[in-house]
């Protein structure tokens, strides 16, 4: 039997229609369907499910929103191996595969297996080593409501990168300069390319540049600690928030699982990002410029 598990974003009313349509799609095809815990209380249909407990073997998790609703999914998903579609309610949705009124073809072709599977790299990061997290995106280290610069020194491997001092440091996915790295004056990278961004925030040393690092080697990110220390912010994929009053030490590497993504057609990264950036030329969060 086919099972899906169903993701939607609370602060976006219309996303619970679409996720009570193709919850309805499922049922009558015979498959299970399975909701996060909020969502099954405002639609009453299929059975709720924290999740953080998703099952192994769901055909797919299905998210409704934008690309942030994807976010907060996507390391549960991932961490099992289960595939992820997106359906966009959002405004970006740079990961997300279909508009609401294509739900029904989706479903037809996912039941006959018509689609094809993309696998996209994600980050494992380790805070003062304890705090785990899998990030689609980037990894960010920011002086938070701290007034004042901080010193970072970012290494890879054994290897100095440089020492920041700073509002902060991005450390992305190719799939993630597409977003807040983008925005810091960081590059595009296809998420083909087998690396890693590294971008300091307003550093007060003009010749540090991004910097793009091979995948296989580990980044550490050390805001320095005793005399001096400031307080701080660690943001993952602008889901995780810690602010730390002393000096941390966080590690990223590439993750030993991907994230998989379901797609019906080929992915051509230059015309979706040609098509996003005419969308973000012309649209302003609320209506056009």
């Known amino acids: 039997m086919h099972s899906f598990f169903l993701s939607a974003n609370p602060d976006k ?4 229609p679409a996720a009570r349509q193709f919850a309805r799609l499922c049922m009558e095809q015979g498959c299970e369907v399975m909701l996060d815990e909020w969502l099954h209380q405002k639609l009453a249909l299929g059975r709720p499910r924290p999740l953080e407990d998703l099952p192994d073997n769901l055909t797919a998790l299905v998210s409704f929103g934008g690309d942030g609703t994807l976010l907060r999914a996507i390391p549960h998903a991932a961490a099992r191996d289960i595939p992820i579609l997106g359906v966009n ?3 970006t949705g740079f990961l997300m595969e279909l508009s609401p009124d294509k739900m029904p073809e989706a479903l037809g072709m996912i039941l006959r297996g ?3 599977i993309f696998e996209r790299a994600m980050l494992d990061i380790e805070i003062n080593g304890q705090h785990h997290h899998l990030a689609m995106n980037e990894f960010v280290l920011t002086r938070g409501i701290n007034p004042s610069s901080l010193v970072l020194d970012v290494m ?16 992305s996915t190719p799939t993630g300069t597409t977003g807040y790295i983008l925005s810091a004056g960081g590059p595009v990278i296809a998420p083909s390319v087998p690396c890693q961004a590294v971008v300091p925030v307003c550093t007060h040393i003009m010749h540090q540049r991004p910097v793009i690092l091979p995948d296989t080697g580990t980044i550490y990110v050390r805001a320095r600690a005793g005399k001096g220390s400031k307080a701080h912010q660690i943001c993952i994929d602008g889901q995780v928030v810690y602010n730390l009053e002393e000096g941390s030490v966080s590690t990223i590497k590439k993750a030993d699982k991907p994230a998989r993504f379901i797609r019906f057609t080929a992915q051509r990264f230059l015309t979706r990002l040609h098509q996003k950036q005419m969308e973000w030329s012309n649209n302003v969060y ?3 410029v």
């Not at 009313?13 to 619970?16: E, F, M, R, S, Y």
């Not at 890879?156 to 450390?171: K, Q, R």
Request: net charge negative; hydrophobic share 30%; proline share 3%.
């Open 13 to 16: 009313p219309k996303t619970i």
């Open 89 to 91: 309610l959002g405004h």
């Open 114 to 116: 018509e689609y094809g």
């Open 156 to 171: 890879h491997n054994d290897e100095l990168v440089y020492t920041i001092h700073g509002d902060g440091v991005l450390v």
């Open 286 to 288: 609320g209506g056009n």
